[in-house]
Antibody, heavy 118, light 110 residues
């Protein structure tokens, strides 16, 4: 059974940093690209960042470019999102997701809440 | 990277068919056949119901179908059931190698 479990969320002050992790199991992790998607309270889904199977190609939404860094460790079956210079508007549930086909995200984690507040 | 445009809400009676539109640009929806659709029940992880415009993942009901014309993609749910009541989002791969989601549509079964 495919499982994606996020961790590392919490409350942080504006300007602070947080690192999210996503532990993957039940599939061959290094065969798939991965993405992070977020949903602010009461808002819709927003694609945040994605990377290919070996992490050699990474892309970001304009809203996080230069502040967030996506990475992966295939030996640990893990995906990461380093979030720096956090803003109040980054407050959201963050989901990791497996990329089945060009942003066709076929498995999702339950999500982890990140709250940016003073 | 503007969000794709979807109607805020669509409703239908059990057994009816409904169609949700998803309008983008020549840089996303119109560029490739990489449009996906997700069903999202609040508090649960989104579920992929259509990928690559028309393909259904294994286990997804054949009542869900997708299509695309130009810069607009569509999701049709036929034989509407109470369990179909949820939020639906489209997404597209873009010419910048990024992803973009739609604004979301709340489906209500009357």
């Amino acid at each position: 059974e495919v499982q994606l479990v996020e961790s590392g969320g919490g409350v942080v002050r504006p300007g602070g940093s947080l690192r999210l992790s996503c532990a993957a199991s039940g599939f061959t992790f290094h065969n798939h690209g991965m993405s992070w998607v977020r949903q602010a309270p009461g808002k819709g889904l927003e694609w945040v960042s994605g990377l290919n199977w070996n992490g050699g190609s990474t892309t970001y939404a304009d809203s996080v470019k230069g502040r967030f860094t996506i990475s992966r460790d295939n030996a640990k079956n893990s995906l990461y999102l380093q979030m720096n210079s956090l803003r109040v508007e980054d407050t959201a549930f963050y989901h990791c997701a497996r990329d089945g086909s060009y942003i066709g995200l076929d498995y999702w984690g339950q999500g982890i809440l990140v709250t940016v507040s003073s | 990277q503007s969000a794709l445009t979807q109607p805020a809400s669509v409703s239908g009676s059990p057994g009816q068919s409904i169609t949700i539109s998803c309008t983008g640009t020549s840089s996303d929806v119109g560029a490739y056949n990489y449009v996906s659709w997700y069903q999202h029940h609040p508090g649960k992880a989104p579920k992929l119901v259509i990928y690559d415009v028309t393909n259904r993942p294994s286990g997804v009901s054949n009542r869900f179908s997708g299509s695309k014309s130009g810069n607009t993609a569509s999701l049709t749910i036929s034989g509407l059931q109470a369990e179909d009541e949820a939020d639906y989002y489209c997404s597209s791969y873009t010419t910048s190698n990024t992803g973009v989601f739609g604004t979301g549509t709340q489906v209500t079964v009357l």
